[in-house]
């Protein structure tokens, strides 16, 4: 199955600030991210540096990625951390094995 959208969730270094994306391109996206934290701080992200990669699912076209990223968005942050604990226990950044 191929996977031309991403609904993705961010961190910053210190897990206490999350946020969640969705992108066709999500190595670009990071890199986004990541130089928006470093330099112009304009987006949520940037502000918060949330550029490490802790979540992530594949969709095969954009409409179900926007509904899931609305979905995840809605829920409370201990339900946000309950599914990133069943993907990524230690919130390890997943930076490396998407680039």
């Given at each position: 199955?191929?996977?031309?959208?991403?609904?993705y969730?961010?961190?910053?270094?210190?897990?206490?600030?999350v946020?969640?994306?969705?992108?066709n391109?999500?190595?670009?996206?990071?890199?986004?991210?990541?130089?928006?934290?470093q330099n112009?701080?304009?987006s949520?992200?940037?502000k918060y540096n949330?550029?490490?990669?802790?979540?992530?699912?594949?969709?095969?076209?954009?409409?179900?990625a926007?509904?899931r990223?609305?979905q995840?968005?809605?829920?409370?942050?201990?339900?946000?951390?309950?599914?990133?604990?069943?993907?990524?226990p230690?919130?390890?950044?997943?930076n490396?094995?998407?680039?």
């Open positions: 199955m191929l996977h031309n959208y991403f609904v969730i961010v961190t910053n270094q210190y897990r206490t600030t946020y969640i994306g969705v992108t391109n999500i190595q670009r996206r990071l890199s986004e991210h990541y130089f928006d934290s112009s701080k304009k949520f992200a940037g949330c550029f490490y990669l802790i979540y992530y699912e594949g969709f095969e076209n954009i409409e179900s926007i509904t990223e609305k995840l968005k809605k829920w409370r942050r201990e339900k946000k951390n309950n599914l990133i604990n069943r993907f990524n230690k919130w390890e950044s997943l490396n094995q998407i680039i």
